[in-house]
């Protein structure tokens, strides 16, 4: 059985030189933004680093100025300097020095409800304290510190906290929620989570009507919509009122040598959201955050889908994320789709997943031509490597007492909202410790197809998941289960190869085979003689619906 790797890349490939590990296939070549000497100190606009002054209006006027002469570096230097919303423009370097600290305030009527986008769908926001829109050369760069103070803004569980911090957050005021699970900063803030659709702007629906519950509408801190050549370098991006970095519709971005910090609790505080643009690098960067590191998006449902745009031609390599819902993310708003996409050379450690790609029926949109190597993983809370196609919007590990029932399988017609996951290629993974080592659920309509996984050890409590799947082949994996006998769950799945999987020394795999549409296994392994015999056919799977194959040497 051959592994046949078909591109249908659209990158800049001039200059390029090829990816060692897929020989053949070059990478895009992301441009970079360039900017004069020229200086202009937030000093010299009367900015004060005294922690109280708002120096808002001296910020953005050093940067209106430093655009409007052509370009160059507004320097924000050492000590704390308090503001309300900056205004990124084109040509302009915002560097902060090794010590500085740009601090947005607690005040939130320093931040209007202005138009934008959230989950691709056209919405009101409070106005994010780092925008830019349709600018073209631009970056924010240093060694300093970005704090949004997002505290002010977020809501907490119970769940998330222990009781001291608990207590500790009702003291500091807020109102909890009607099953006292929830904390919210203000009565707007929970008036706005009991909302129809808060803030998306539909049905005649204006930014005035979304007063009433202002607080909840939290920002995204740093919002790029529409830009070209943009670099974000060195800084430390932390505590986001909602996701930390959010580009969107951008192209020829790169992120490089940046910390991105939320605490863990952070509901909605993604690391960095990267919505429906190309040509973006992302390397040498740590995250840490309170929900998915590195992801991936391009809209929500049929705004996605109508809006088209695919996040396309991107590089992420050397990063390391901490505690994240997912390591590297696609999804769930997807509805645009995602292609040509290259991570390699990166460690999760702590993440709650590692490789993560969900979706769910009505997002619809494409998300094809993934590769990912060399990655390393320890202390994975759920699944190692997941594709979920039933995603629903909860946590991945499942909190103490709560109950999940597993989705209703039912086959539905398949339209243009129907999404799909085909043709990835996983290599050369490490995991120490996860609760599930693979795990793949499609659709009966539309499976998940073409995945290629190859040369890699993982230990996990559990072992595989495969169901409604097609073209699923999974080579040279030394599973370690806490089972003494790993299993590998096989259900509805066609056309796929299990070769050379090893288990636990001198233990021979278990397979679980189910679903009448399982069909054309095949199973090769230095153990194949053992492993035949520890196979379960069960919900209708027909015995010669699998097969093994003596391992030719």
């Not at 934008?116 to 925008?131: M, N, Q, V, W």
Request: aromatic share 8%; net charge neutral; charged share 25%.
């Amino acid at each position: 059985m051959k592994r046949v790797i078909q591109l249908s890349c659209c990158f800049l490939l001039a200059g390029c030189a090829a990816w060692a590990q897929f020989p053949g296939v070059s990478l895009p070549k992301i441009k970079q933004p360039g900017f004069k000497a020229d200086t202009f100190k937030i000093t010299q606009y009367n900015a004060k680093a005294d922690g109280i002054t708002l120096n808002t209006e001296s910020i953005n006027k050093a940067i209106t100025d430093c655009s409007d002469k052509g370009g160059g570096v507004v320097l924000i230097p050492d000590g704390m300097w308090l503001t309300g919303p900056i205004d990124l423009k084109s040509n302009v370097n915002l560097h902060l020095e090794h010590d500085a600290i740009l601090l947005f305030t607690k005040d939130k009527s320093q931040y209007p409800i202005v138009e934008g986008f959230y989950e691709g769908l056209p919405a009101g926001r409070c106005k994010s304290p780092i925008s830019g829109k349709d600018l073209q050369n631009v970056a924010i760069t240093g060694s300093g510190i970005i704090d949004g103070n997002g505290d002010a803004w977020r809501m907490v569980k119970k769940d998330k906290l222990n009781e001291t911090q608990w207590a500790a957050r009702i003291a500091s005021g807020g109102v909890l929620s009607a099953d006292k699970k929830t904390w919210y900063p203000s009565e707007s803030s929970l008036k706005g989570s009991q909302a129809e659709s808060p803030g998306v702007l539909k049905d005649g629906r204006t930014l005035k009507d979304f007063e009433p519950y202002k607080d909840f509408l939290r920002p995204n801190m740093v919002a790029l919509y529409g830009c070209k050549r943009v670099l974000l370098e060195g800084v430390t991006f932390q505590n986001s009122p909602a996701w930390n970095l959010h580009p969107f519709l951008c192209s020829d971005l790169t992120l490089r040598g940046v910390t991105v910090k939320n605490p863990w609790y952070a509901q909605n505080g993604d690391g960095i959201d990267l919505e429906s643009s190309t040509n973006t690098l992302i390397e040498n960067s740590v995250f840490d955050v309170g929900d998915d590191g590195i992801c991936i998006k391009s809209g929500r449902d049929e705004a996605g889908r109508k809006l088209g745009k695919p996040t396309e031609n991107v590089i992420v390599r050397n990063c390391t994320v901490y505690h994240a819902h997912g390591g590297f993310v696609i999804g769930s708003e997807a509805s645009g789709g995602a292609r040509n996409i290259f991570v390699y050379n990166c460690s999760f450690l702590g993440t709650d997943v590692g490789l993560r790609f969900k979706t769910a029926r009505g997002r619809g949109g494409v998300v094809q031509n993934i590769y990912v190597t060399n990655i390393n993983m320890k202390d994975i809370a759920a699944e190692a490597i997941s594709f979920d196609m039933y995603y629903v919007a909860k946590d991945p590990v499942v909190l103490a007492g709560e109950k999940r029932e597993a989705p209703k399988v039912e086959t539905l017609p398949v339209t243009e909202a129907t999404p799909q996951f085909k043709d990835f290629h996983i290599s050369n993974i490490i995991c120490d410790g996860a609760a599930t080592a693979i795990f793949i659920r499609g659709l009966p309509e539309m499976n998940v197809l073409g995945v290629y996984m190859d040369n890699m050890v993982m230990k996990a409590k559990e072992g595989i998941v495969c169901t409604e799947a097609a073209g699923i082949y999974i080579r040279n994996l030394k599973l370690i289960t806490d089972d003494a006998r790993p299993t590998i769950d096989i259900n509805n799945t066609q056309s796929s190869l299990f070769d050379t999987i090893t288990s636990n020394p001198d233990v021979a795999l278990s397979f679980n085979v189910s679903g009448k549409n399982t069909s054309d296994i095949t199973i090769t392994d230095t153990n194949t003689g053992r492993a035949s015999k520890n196979v379960k056919f069960t919900d209708g799977a027909a015995k010669g619906s699998v097969v093994f194959k003596e391992r030719k040497e």
